[in-house]
């Protein structure tokens, strides 16, 4: 490599803002990574009409709600439990 392409690489990397990953969602296709160390998504505008409108739209990034497992309760008479085992 060049000192020219040298020159050339640290200019690129001195103005870069962040890293963005497609991934593929439930919905669609997004982006997913971080802008200035800040996590954040990008999805296609779904309400563009006009040149006016961006073609995507970005967003800071949340962490994702986990719905809690269920709890289901039973009960059981002594005899009815066989073994606690897991059977593999």
Same mark, same amino acid.
């Given at each position: 490599?060049?000192?020219?392409?040298?020159?050339?690489?640290?200019?690129?990397?001195?103005?870069?803002?962040?890293?963005?990953?497609?991934?593929?969602?439930?919905?669609?296709?997004?982006?997913?990574?971080?802008?200035?160390?800040?996590?954040?998504?990008?999805? $296609?505008?779904?309400? @563009? &009409? *006009?040149?006016?409108? !961006?073609?995507?739209?970005?967003? $800071?990034?949340?962490? @994702? &709600? *986990?719905?809690?497992? !269920?709890?289901?309760?039973?009960?059981?008479?002594?005899?009815?439990?066989?073994?606690?085992?897991?059977?593999?």
């Amino acid at each position: 490599m060049s000192n020219e392409d040298n020159k050339t690489n640290n200019e690129w990397k001195e103005r870069e803002l962040g890293a963005l990953w497609l991934k593929e969602g439930k919905k669609g296709k997004y982006f997913y990574g971080k802008i200035n160390d800040v996590e954040c998504v990008v999805f $296609k505008n779904k309400h @563009r &009409e *006009t040149d006016k409108h !961006p073609h995507y739209i970005i967003y $800071k990034s949340q962490p @994702r &709600e *986990t719905q809690p497992e !269920p709890v289901v309760e039973t009960t059981a008479a002594p005899s009815e439990v066989v073994s606690e085992e897991v059977p593999f």
